[in-house]
């Protein structure tokens, strides 16, 4: 048990305590001195205790609830007061108290004082809402009223006929008391649901007061109270529960409900002072047949609009549920997702738990509905959110919190969510069918935490949190989850606007849905190419090798190069088979060649994400066994730019490459803004200086210095060195004079089909 809820109970149970030890001691002792003296002494003690709970209730209140609790602190300081004058009496020789006494001044202040506090808890919005508050109020006060004029007040108005002040306050004290408690009644089942535990304790607090009171006004007109009478543990009991009502206040830390539904005790407790007085006053005060028709018309009543009110809030909780719902996916809706992440934040540092919030966004999406149309969309949506709803556990909340945005609330005494994340990560591995086509949609996914320790963390800055590392992996453009920390704002202040704008799409979308429609179409029946683009030694002019590149012959659009295509191949997921393509057609292609007596290196472009696979090296190799192929025919290029975040993992699986035999080379060497923090870092075969840097080597010094500065240094570290984009033979001829070791470009040879390739050779000889 944590330390808010021990200290709680054990507030609680002092006055609890010395309540029943005044039970005890009033039917085992009787009316002794003694005995009477511990019962005024406790109970003034009570006071005492009770008010100054009340005053920390006020102190930690807010707003409405403070006045209220400041009230009735000084409430229950004018009943100690006037405890206090009763204990004199007790204590001093001599000293009687008349009728009315002072003491009486006090106690009367406490019941108008009392009225006053629970006034302050009226509250309601509407007209409707105000005549039921009306109406509830006027039924439970003159119920309780007729109960108690029948059992008591009756004969107090007999017996203090000719003393009117006498009469006042033995009438007043009980007349407050029920105003009181029909005020608690009708707030009782109007309450949310963080007050009724407190609300409920308050009524019974006021109920027991109401009750000694009543008593005492009916014992004292037939002169048969006296003090060490066992009503006074009814007012020991009532401020014991003021005491608990005002602990378990301070306690509370539940945010406000989003929907407020009547309680089940709102379907009740109006009727309870009418059954009483149905059913106990007509056998009281009626004779014959009518003292049984009576109750039992009342009770057939009751019932009858207990019932349709408990019909009448079954159909609020479910308008309620529904108001708490997405329409379309069914997943709790923004409002509903807020009000439970503010209470796991304010609840997680008491209760020593985690809470993390994922923040999902499905790329593209916007794409998919201004091309294919808002129903399209939506059905996306409805898999989406049930691929989504599958990954959560028991207890945790997958919501969609608008337009193609959803975001998962995980709540445990360990934080699972990378795991939770992963999971919904790979839930969108395989496609959605939409529109009779297969579609793969990746979502971009953030994760933000907030652990125990964190206690100035307030629910908004943690869904900002999630929201800033979602967009930081819409950026990266890879399939993978970002969690939060501190350096993605520190960086880049300005990443989640930038992020928002990039996810627009442009006013080609619907061309670009039925390009990747075709897209699909052409990997799924091999329908894609590979040409081949010589590579030659600038010392020999024989033929290095080649390099296949990636070609789609559209029926209609004619041969389209990569940089047309391969966007949409990254956005959507389609990197994996189509590297799985070049890959096989490039080995076939080489082992081909092989057979002819003309084994010729080949170089094939590699996805840098694919980097991250530590199979890669053991694929290749069962690749290149397959096609009869030694390792060392074949090369890897990667982009140097798209490393530069994975750059342990991607040396890990280089190295395992390099053992194996396969050459790695860097493409578009100079591109990127880590050119030479490859060489150090990584293992390298060769560079292929950008095509940019080799088109001004003879027309512009500085580029010469740098390439001239470049091929020196990678030299010096035994790595060979390829020109891309060499157009002419000026260009070639200062390659060739700085010790340049490839090159390749339309001054060679555009690139060709495999069956050409071996008619390369000759060509190279002759060209040389």
Not at 398 to 414: H, M, N, P, V, Y
Not at 468 to 496: C, E, G, L, W
Not at 596 to 620: C, E, K
Not at 730 to 756: N, V
Request: net charge negative; proline share 5%; aromatic share 6%.
């Amino acid at each position: 048990m944590s330390r808010r809820p021990l200290r709680a109970t054990v507030a609680i149970a002092i006055p609890l305590g010395f309540t029943v030890a005044l039970t005890v001691a009033l039917l085992v002792g009787g009316k002794s001195a003694a005995v009477v003296l511990f019962d005024d002494t406790v109970s003034f003690g009570l006071a005492l205790y009770a008010t100054a709970c009340a005053a920390l209730a006020a102190r930690a209140a807010q707003d409405r609830l403070r006045r209220t609790w400041a009230t009735m602190a000084v409430a229950l300081g004018a009943w100690s007061l006037g405890d206090g004058l009763w204990l004199v009496y007790e204590l001093v020789p001599g000293v009687e108290p008349t009728t009315p006494s002072a003491a009486d001044v006090f106690y009367l202040l406490f019941a108008v004082l009392l009225v006053a506090a629970f006034a302050q808890l009226i509250t309601t919005a509407t007209h409707q809402g105000r005549l039921r508050l009306l109406l509830d109020a006027i039924t439970v006060a003159l119920c309780l009223f007729l109960l108690a004029w029948v059992l008591a007040l009756n004969s107090v108005v007999v017996t203090y006929r000719e003393d009117r002040a006498a009469l006042a306050v033995a009438f007043l004290y009980p007349v407050f008391d029920m105003i009181a408690l029909t005020i608690a009644v009708v707030v009782l089942v109007r309450a949310e649901a963080r007050q009724r535990g407190m609300l409920t304790v308050l009524t019974l607090a006021v109920t027991l007061m109401t009750i000694a009171d009543s008593a005492f006004a009916h014992l004292t007109a037939g002169e048969r109270y006296s003090t060490g009478d066992l009503i006074d543990v009814l007012w020991a009991a009532s401020l014991t529960a003021f005491a608990a009502a005002a602990v378990l206040s301070r306690a509370a830390h539940e945010p406000r409900t989003v929907v407020a539904l009547p309680s089940t005790s709102s379907l009740w407790l109006p009727y309870v002072p009418l059954l009483l007085a149905g059913t106990i006053g007509p056998p009281l005060v009626m004779s014959g047949l009518e003292r049984f028709l009576v109750p039992a018309i009342v009770v057939a009543v009751c019932a009858r609009q207990i019932v349709s009110a408990w019909e009448n809030r079954r159909l609020l909780a479910a308008a309620a549920e529904q108001a708490l719902r997405d329409p379309l996916t069914g997943l709790a809706n923004r409002t509903l997702f807020s009000d439970r992440l503010a209470h796991a934040m304010a609840l997680r540092a008491r209760d020593d738990r985690s809470v993390a919030v994922i923040s999902v966004d499905l790329d593209d999406f916007k794409l998919v509905n201004d091309s294919l149309g808002h129903p399209a969309a939506d059905n996306l949506l409805v898999q989406a959110g049930q691929r989504i709803a599958e990954c959560i556990r028991p207890g945790d909340t997958a919501a969609r919190i608008g337009g193609d945005e959803f975001a998962l609330l995980l709540e445990s005494r360990s934080d699972d969510s990378d795991v939770v994340a992963q999971r919904v990560l790979n839930a969108f591995s395989s496609p959605f069918w939409i529109d009779g086509d297969d579609m793969l949609i990746r979502p971009s996914i953030g994760v933000a935490r907030a652990l125990p320790t964190q206690p100035d963390l307030d629910p908004d800055t943690l869904m900002k949190r999630a929201d800033i590392a979602m967009y930081a992996a819409k950026r990266s453009r890879v399939a993978q989850v970002n969690t939060f920390h501190d350096d993605m704002m520190m960086s880049d202040p300005d990443a989640v606007e930038r992020a928002e704008q990039a996810d627009r799409p442009s006013g080609e979308g619907a061309a670009q849905i039925r390009l990747l429609g075709e897209l699909r179409a052409a990997i799924d029946h091999h329908a894609l190419e590979v040409v081949y683009q010589p590579k030659i030694d600038l010392r020999t002019g024989q033929l290095a090798g080649v390099e296949a590149l990636l070609r789609w012959p559209h029926p209609t659009l004619g041969t389209l190069r990569p940089d047309t295509f391969l966007p949409l191949v990254r956005q959507h997921g389609l990197m994996r088979p189509v590297t799985d393509f070049v890959v096989d057609r490039a080995l076939s292609d080489a082992a081909g060649w092989a057979r002819l007596g003309a084994p010729i290196p080949v170089a094939i472009n590699l996805f840098a994400p694919f980097l991250r696979d530590t199979d890669l090296p053991r694929t290749l190799d069962h690749r290149l066994a397959d096609h009869g192929l030694r390792a060392d025919i074949l090369t890897v290029e990667i982009t140097e730019d798209l490393v530069l975040s994975e750059v342990d993992t991607a040396a890990t699986v280089l190295h395992r490459l390099r053992q194996l035999g396969v050459r790695v080379a860097i493409d578009d060497f100079g591109s990127g803004y880590s050119a030479l923090s490859y060489l150090r870092d990584l293992p390298i075969d060769e560079i292929k200086l950008d095509r940019h840097f080799i088109a001004h080597v003879t027309t512009n010094p500085k580029a010469a210095a740098v390439v001239e500065a470049v091929i020196n240094l990678t030299h010096t570290l035994g790595i060979t060195v390829v020109a891309e984009g060499v157009e002419d033979a000026e260009t070639a001829g200062w390659l060739a004079a700085h010790h340049c070791d490839i090159a390749q470009g339309y001054h060679y040879g555009r690139p060709t089909t495999a069956s050409m390739v071996p008619r390369l050779i000759a060509g190279a000889a002759a060209g040389a």
